[in-house]
């Protein structure tokens, strides 16, 4: 173990660390003097850094990072040296939990955004106790209105966590439909019901302490809460669980990808895993840009091939065999299945012709994905190769497209690239169902009507070139 003030770890598990002790906040249930931390004592991070590499504590990247509990990490004397800490942690792999009673501006988080490997390495947990009473109990901290303002960067692809610690007694109940209201508006998925911690001896001490000085007390308003706030977002005990939601959830994703790659490795249709990852990656991009929990839509993203017809037969695509057995082996829970089988069967070109589409919008996200890796550059080389493997030319001069396509007269191998462009790539712009998805679509169909133009200059087809202004034309704008 470790505990020199600064760091404290009873096992690999998890360290505790900040780069100060004490906290200038006047809360009043604050228990760093119970502690034997008075007043402020800092050191800069490399100070704190080499403390660690000086010990004997042995840490890996499987070993959580928590700071917050000696001090207020983001303090004006010490946010900066915080971000330090974060940065050197997380570019070893590591998950990282900061929690906060101030204000982190994007600014500070913007620094950490191109080292967060998966969404839940980074987590930001903001402090509160009482939202109507915050004057009286937690004097000296963010005002509320300024330090809810934290749950906007949910936005930049991390969770901010609403961490309602500790439940005071006869006081934090009272806001539970503040809370409630909190949730709905700034869209928060998890929340943490945490304990009061004080000297009453109980069966679970403070786990950054080795002195047992400290223990949990549950006090008799937090079952109600909890099964109150359920109804609204997931709700937890620990701050160390939703770390450990999140890695599971990352896990769960990257077994999901090998079961996709020993059923996809193959293909050379340009529906294999290539294919797939743009999907993947595209439908992460819009989730994001739509405030949409990426979990769902990256499973549909990754499983959505892996029944298709041209591939699998029609039995498979009816009854979704494989995407069924994927989910089931690495045991993704049975109402998810259902979201993820839904969205399934709803997308597609075909399906679109017959008025079938997704409902909701993790299917919408990854149906605008899926479209749009059909349009653009990409869309023209998968086009090609598809075709040239079924001996279909690129261009056939004398081969118009259909004047309308439907179920009836859809083909997916085509007379020629250029008529698939026309009868298919061409249309899926206007089939876009997210706004991520309609402006990546109309920087796709832009580019393919450019290639379109430039080799109907090449080659001379004038004819061509006409009949390319009328269908631009004639498209819903």
């Not at 809460?225 to 770390?243: D, G």
């Not at 990256?298 to 499983?303: F, Q």
């Not at 298919?424 to 290639?451: F, P, Q, W, Y």
């Amino acid at each position: 173990m470790i505990d020199n003030g600064y760091l404290f770890a009873k096992d690999e598990k998890r360290l505790f660390i900040n780069t100060s002790l004490g906290c200038k906040s006047k809360c009043q249930f604050c228990y760093l003097t119970k502690m034997g931390i008075k007043g402020m004592k800092k050191k800069t991070s490399d100070e704190v850094l080499e403390l660690l590499k000086k010990s004997d504590y042995k840490w890996n990247e499987d070993t959580l990072i928590t700071m917050g509990c000696f001090s207020e990490c983001f303090d004006e004397e010490n946010k900066d040296e915080t971000i330090k800490i974060a940065k050197y942690f997380l570019e070893r792999g590591n998950q990282v939990q900061i929690a906060t009673k101030r204000y982190v501006s994007y600014d500070y988080i913007e620094k950490l955004l191109p080292l967060i490997k998966y969404y839940g390495q980074f987590i930001l947990f903001v402090s509160t106790s009482t939202i109507s009473q915050y004057d009286n109990y937690e004097k000296g901290t963010e005002k509320l209105e300024k330090r809810f303002k934290n749950f906007d960067l949910i936005k930049n692809n991390i969770p901010v966590v609403l961490y309602i610690k500790p439940v005071i007694e006869n006081v934090t109940i009272k806001d539970v439909d503040l809370y409630k209201k909190l949730i709905e508006e700034k869209k928060i998925s998890d929340v943490v019901i945490g304990s009061i911690f004080t000297e009453e001896e109980n069966i679970e001490s403070v786990h950054f302490s080795n002195d047992s000085k400290l223990f949990y007390n549950e006090c008799k308003d937090e079952e109600e809460i909890i099964k109150s706030l359920s109804k609204v977002a997931r709700v937890f005990r620990r701050s160390s669980e939703v770390l450990k939601y999140y890695k599971a959830r990352k896990e769960l994703i990257e077994k999901v990808k090998v079961e996709v790659y020993n059923l996809l490795k193959k293909d050379e249709s340009g529906h294999g895993m290539e294919h797939v990852n743009r999907v993947y990656d595209l439908s992460l991009k819009f989730a994001r840009k739509e405030e949409v929990d990426e979990f769902i839509p990256s499973l549909i993203a990754l499983l959505h091939e892996v029944d298709d017809y041209k591939l699998f037969g029609e039995e498979n695509a009816s009854n979704l065999t494989n995407a069924k057995s994927i989910m089931s082996k690495v045991n993704i829970d049975d109402n998810i299945q259902e979201k993820v089988l839904d969205a399934i069967k709803k997308i597609g070109y075909k399906k679109s012709l017959m008025g079938i589409r997704p409902e909701s919008i993790e299917g919408m996200i990854v149906s605008d994905a899926d479209m749009c890796d059909a349009i653009g550059v990409t869309g023209i080389l998968r086009s090609y190769d598809y075709q040239k493997s079924n001996g279909k030319p690129f261009f056939d001069r004398g081969s118009f497209p259909d004047e309308k396509v439907e179920v009836s007269t859809y083909k997916l191998c085509d007379d020629s690239v250029v008529r698939h462009c026309f009868n298919k790539l061409l249309c899926l712009k206007n089939l876009m169902m997210t706004d991520a998805g309609k402006m990546e679509a109309a920087n796709r169909h832009d580019i393919i009507v450019s290639i379109l133009y430039h080799l109907f200059e090449e080659e001379n087809a004038s004819e061509w070139k006409e009949y390319l202004d009328k269908f631009i034309d004639n498209l819903p704008k």
